[in-house]
């Protein structure tokens, strides 16, 4: 049920899929792998929801990382992490995947990205060998949170976008 959720809030939440609905490439373990048509061009996409959320809050949104390819843009590995709230602005978020951590992200409303193709790809290097991420980020109020991903399966799916989107 709840991959279904994410496919679509991420429909919902994504403005250039405005007319399309996303096709599911095949669920592995615990990241769900997807493409789409924007015109004439293939988009894919994979994403997963935290295992694990922590923070003093009261409500929050939908909360997932995505990993996208646009073959058509020459965009590969462009990882995003939605938060379920608004980021404080000008506040980095740090990701920790093993012993490796990434403290360039910037935010952008409830979005978070990192700073270059470079960031992205060893992001998604780390996030093929690893086998939990931890995202942390600061809301607009001033709320800590505390995501933590499970990586299991996360080459899987890597490997389903890439072959559909080569």
Not at 105 to 119: S, V
Request: glycine fraction near 8%.
């Amino acid at each position: 049920m709840k991959k279904y959720i994410l496919a679509f809030s991420l429909f919902f939440s994504l403005p250039a899929m405005a007319n399309t609905v996303p096709t599911e490439l095949g669920e592995f373990k615990d990241w769900t792998a997807y493409f789409y048509k924007e015109g004439k061009n293939t988009v894919c996409y994979m994403a997963s929801t935290p295992k694990k959320d922590e923070g003093n809050y009261k409500t929050r949104g939908d909360i997932y990382a995505i990993v996208t390819h646009r073959p058509a843009d020459k965009s590969y590995n462009v990882v995003n992490f939605v938060a379920g709230y608004p980021y404080k602005k000008g506040q980095k978020v740090v990701v920790k995947i093993g012993t490796t951590s990434f403290t360039n992200l910037f935010t952008n409303g409830d979005n978070a990205w990192a700073p270059d193709t470079a960031t992205d790809k060893m992001l998604v290097e780390s996030m093929k060998r690893g086998e939990r991420m931890i995202v942390e980020g600061v809301s607009a109020r001033g709320t800590k949170t505390k995501d933590t991903y499970s990586l299991a399966g996360f080459s899987g799916a890597y490997k389903a976008i890439s072959e559909k989107c080569k």
